[in-house]
């Protein structure tokens, strides 16, 4: 899918809320295809994709962080304790790790 469809597609379902391309990132969740949207409000969506016979997405995670989001990224936590994936959040004065 490409930004445009998805923008199309993100501006019907949350119309209120706005993203670019440092806001999309793509990555596995156990074995997963996986989709993280930001946006500049704050919010931060987590999405499972599942291909089947029909393309299924499932919203596995929000959270409005209520600071403006730069952008995310699907990285590897730096804890080695923690060996699941996390989506790391930029914001203007921090980082942060969202362990799923």
Do not use: C
Not at 3 to 11: H, I
Not at 15 to 41: C, R, T, V, Y
Not at 71 to 79: G, I, L, Q, R, S
Request: avoid cysteine; charge should be positive.
């Amino acid at each position: 899918m490409s930004l445009f469809k998805l923008k199309s597609l993100w501006n019907k379902t949350f119309p209120n809320e706005e993203f670019d391309e440092k806001h999309l990132a793509f990555g596995n969740i156990n074995k997963q295809p996986s989709i993280a949207l930001a946006n500049f409000q704050g919010i931060l969506h987590v999405f499972l994709i599942s291909a089947k016979s029909t393309l299924e997405v499932r919203n596995i995670y929000q959270n409005n962080f209520e600071n403006p989001i730069i952008a995310v990224e699907f990285v590897t936590h730096p804890d080695d304790r923690v060996r699941s994936k996390a989506v790391g959040v930029l914001f203007f004065r921090k980082f942060t790790f969202v362990t799923l």
